[in-house]
């Protein structure tokens, strides 16, 4: 009777084990801080992947590019450096976030509260003005990297 458990066990361990490989990705396994490092003079090599954040640390790249993807669809895109776009600084906006599980896409982009509410009050007016009711920020596709994690590569960054 222990030979019959103990084999049972071993073929049920082996189950969960085989299921967990093909586990696909969801919306909340991508919820957290992702940061993408810009090496100075090596923008083109660098190939524009974020990767996730595991603990606070110190950055000491020119720059780096973060995104906290939240629930509720909220996103904060941080651009911080020390030579900031134009001089600025750091800075971050809020934006929001979709994830297409079948394409394996997620788009960042920016939703103006007064045109949502004029589209929903309005809609006849607001197809007369032709407007998006959303502006792309960035579109990152999923990637698995070298050491079997996942990254998100800038597919088209406005």
Same mark, same amino acid.
């Given at each position: 009777m222990k030979r019959t458990g103990f084999i049972t066990l071993i073929c049920l361990a082996f189950g969960l084990i085989v299921n967990g490989q093909n586990k696909s990705i969801t919306k909340t396994d991508l919820y957290g801080t992702w940061i993408?490092?810009? @090496? /100075?003079n090596n923008h083109e090599d660098d190939g524009f992947i974020f990767v996730k954040k595991k603990e606070p640390e110190t950055l000491k790249a020119d720059m780096y590019i973060t995104i906290s993807l939240l629930e509720l669809d909220e996103c904060l895109v941080n651009y911080d450096n020390a030579h900031a776009y134009c001089g600025n600084g750091a800075f971050s906006t809020d934006y929001?976030?979709?994830?297409? @599980?079948?394409? /394996?896409?997620?788009?960042?982009? @920016?939703s103006e509260k007064w045109l949502k509410e004029f589209k929903e009050?309005?809609?006849? /007016?607001?197809?007369?003005?032709?407007?998006?009711?959303?502006?792309?920020?960035?579109?990152?596709?999923l990637v698995v990297l070298e050491n079997k994690n996942i990254g998100l590569e800038i597919i088209n960054w406005e």
């Open positions: 993408l490092v810009l @090496k /100075e929001s976030w979709t994830f297409d @599980k079948g394409l /394996e896409i997620v788009n960042i982009y @920016k009050k309005y809609p006849d /007016e607001f197809k007369k003005f032709n407007m998006p009711d959303k502006y792309d920020e960035m579109e990152l596709s």
